[in-house]
Each structure stands twice: as structure tokens, then as C-alpha cells.
């Protein structure tokens, strides 16, 4: 198993959000889990991000526990990326050194070319403070992109296109397809349409997490 949490129980203060967690996602499956908001699916995702030290339980992501371990092998894209101050560039190395190949390639993939191609500095441009100039749809693109270059075995997704316009949303979407080809992926959202490619669905509700066994169930 790619990602096990057993019995997992999380809480923020006296607040119990997480009780008794189990489930196990195999090496490329695609898992999604469905809630409602404040159901704590965001929790469960930085949890398995490894952000989180659990309160009981265990959670093994890629045969790891520590958190910093666990960090190495998956790559995160939430609802609203806040950016760094930086260039896109450093926006999707995030200071690791890397080859100019897999930079074009992560641009590529995550449909940012020609826009990147129209910017006078290209991807030397700066995004900004908190990413103040480019709009919700680029800035969805720059974090696949980072999430991309990472390379890392495991994605992460949090409502990745939830923020963002119909029409913004798709150009995301292909994105997104590119981010998780031949991935182990869990992705959390309240929207069960944005989850058609997943293996299998997961609910969360009242802290449990329950088998839809399958998507047409819901
Ligand atoms: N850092 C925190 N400290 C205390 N309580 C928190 C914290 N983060 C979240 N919570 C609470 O934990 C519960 C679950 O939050 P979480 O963000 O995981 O839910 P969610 O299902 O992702 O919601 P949404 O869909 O609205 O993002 C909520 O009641 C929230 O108020």
C-alpha cells in the first residue's frame, strides 16, 4: 500500500475532527473523498501531506512515517495557492536547483506556455505580492506546475478548480490530467462531479470515513 492510516484520530484542541481513520490507497490508484464543508477533509489531506502529527493511529505514506519523510513523496495543490513573492520560475522550483528540461516540461504540462510566452520577462516575471498579479486560474497553473517538476509519487488535491470560473476551471482541468497520469492520487472536494477519474469514492461525514463502494451509489 502506497498510503495507510489505521485508525487514525485527529483533534484540534478538545475538538475531535478525525475518529478512527482507516484507509489504505494502493501505488497509481485514484481515491476520492466526498464531505460536506467543515467535515474535515482538508484536515485528512495535510495529514497524509504530512503537515499534521496525528493525536492516535498510524499513518504510512510511501513506508514512511516521519513527517519530514513523508513531505518528500507527495506534492500538494490546494483550493487557493497563495504564491511567493517570487518569480514563476522560483514559484515552481521553490529553490531547488533544476535543469531548464524539467522546468519547460512541468510549463508544458501544466498549459502555461503561451501565456508565459506573452509576458515580456517570460518566466522570469514576478507574480507579485501573494500572487496579486496573475489571476486564480494561472496561479492554479503555477502550483500544478510545481507540483509537476516535484515529481513526487503522491498528488494531493484539495478543490483545486472550486475557486475558479467554468471556463478557467477546464483549461485547469488538462492541467490537473497531466499532474496525475500514472500518480497514486487522493483528492478531497464536496463535489462529487469534479471526481470522474477516481478508482473509488470515499464520504466523510461525522468524522467517519465510510465505502461508497461505487460513484453511481451517490
Ligand atoms: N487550525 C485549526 N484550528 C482549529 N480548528 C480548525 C483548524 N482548522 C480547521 N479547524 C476546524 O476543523 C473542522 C474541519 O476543518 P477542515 O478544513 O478540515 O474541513 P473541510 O471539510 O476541509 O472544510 P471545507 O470544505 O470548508 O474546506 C472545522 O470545524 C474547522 O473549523
Known amino acids: 500500500m502506497e498510503i495507510l492510516l489505521n485508525k487514525v484520530t485527529f483533534t484540534y484542541g ?6 478512527e481513520i482507516n484507509l489504505s490507497v494502493r501505488k497509481q490508484e485514484h481515491v476520492g473523498i466526498l464531505g460536506s464543508s ?6 485528512l489531506l495535510k495529514i ?8 492516535e493511529g498510524t499513518c504510512i505514506v510511501s513506508g514512511c512515517q516521519d513527517l519530514d519523510s513523508i513531505r518528500k513523496q507527495v506534492a500538494v495543490v490546494m483550493q487557493n495557492t497563495s504564491l511567493f513573492p517570487m518569480s514563476i520560475r522560483d514559484n515552481i522550483t521553490c529553490g531547488h536547483s533544476m535543469s531548464e528540461e524539467r522546468i519547460s516540461k512541468a510549463v508544458e504540462a501544466a498549459q502555461l ?9 517570460g518566466i522570469d516575471s514576478y507574480v507579485g505580492e501573494r500572487g496579486g498579479k496573475v489571476s486564480g486560474g494561472q496561479a492554479q497553473r503555477i502550483a500544478i506546475a510545481r507540483a509537476i517538476a516535484k515529481d513526487a509519487p503522491i498528488i494531493l488535491l484539495d478543490e483545486p478548480t472550486s475557486a475558479l470560473d467554468d471556463e478557467t476551471a477546464k483549461a485547469v482541468m488538462l492541467a490537473l490530467e497531466n499532474l496525475t497520469k500514472g500518480k497514486t492520487v487522493v483528492h478531497v472536494t464536496h463535489r462529487v462531479e469534479t471526481l470522474w477519474d477516481c478508482d473509488c469514492i470515499y464520504d466523510l461525514r461525522g468524522g467517519k470515513l465510510y465505502d461508497t463502494k461505487s460513484k453511481s451509489s451517490i
Open 38 to 43: 467543515g467535515g474535515g477533509k482538508s484536515t
Open 48 to 55: 497524509i501531506a504530512g503537515l499534521y502529527e496525528i493525536t
Open 14 to 19: 478538545e475538538k475531535k475532527i478525525l475518529d
Open 113 to 121: 506556455e503561451s501565456w508565459i510566452d506573452s509576458l515580456p520577462e
